[in-house]
């Protein structure tokens, strides 16, 4: 019994509590390298009326997108067009172009949450313009 009670303690001390079991359904895991000090992360809930879309641009961040309600078309530069729906997830690496963030249904609105992980100070979005994707990838060095 004194063993499992220090192995217990160990553990809490390591970040690990062997008394709570792993949430159910869970979402998301990434190993994510250091951060620096000056990082900070950002949520935000953005709605999309029916047909609703943003123009090309990046978060110079690491971003992760949690869809709520309704479908939502994703994509950054040099990745194929993804659709999304409630329970899913997309993500942005901090040099991703975010080509197309789009609601899927011209009748439905959507609702999505948006987690970003990024430098204090620095801009949450920058425009980029209307870019040739192809442009993109050959400037950006993105293309394999």
């Known amino acids: 019994m004194k063993y499992l009670f220090h192995l217990c303690v ?6 690990i509590n062997p008394l709570v079991t792993p949430v159910e359904g869970q979402l998301f895991n990434m190993p994510l390298s250091g951060l620096p000090e000056n990082q900070e992360i950002r949520v935000s809930e953005v ?6 879309e943003s ?6 961040a690491h971003v992760f997108v949690y869809i709520l309600e309704g479908q939502v078309n994703m994509q950054v530069a040099g990745s194929e067009l993804v659709t999304l729906s409630p329970g899913e997830m997309f993500y942005e690496n901090p040099d991703d172009i975010h080509m197309v963030s ?13 987690y970003i ?13 209307p870019l040739d994707p192809e442009i993109i990838l050959f400037q950006e060095g993105l293309r394999y």
């Open 10 to 15: 160990s553990l809490i001390l390591w970040g």
């Open 47 to 52: 709605n999309l009326a029916p047909g609703q």
């Open 55 to 60: 123009t090309p641009h990046r978060h110079n």
């Open 102 to 114: 789009q609601n899927a249904s011209d009748t439905e609105s959507a609702k999505f949450l948006v």
């Open 117 to 129: 992980i990024k430098t204090i100070g620095v801009p949450v979005t920058t425009q980029v313009g």
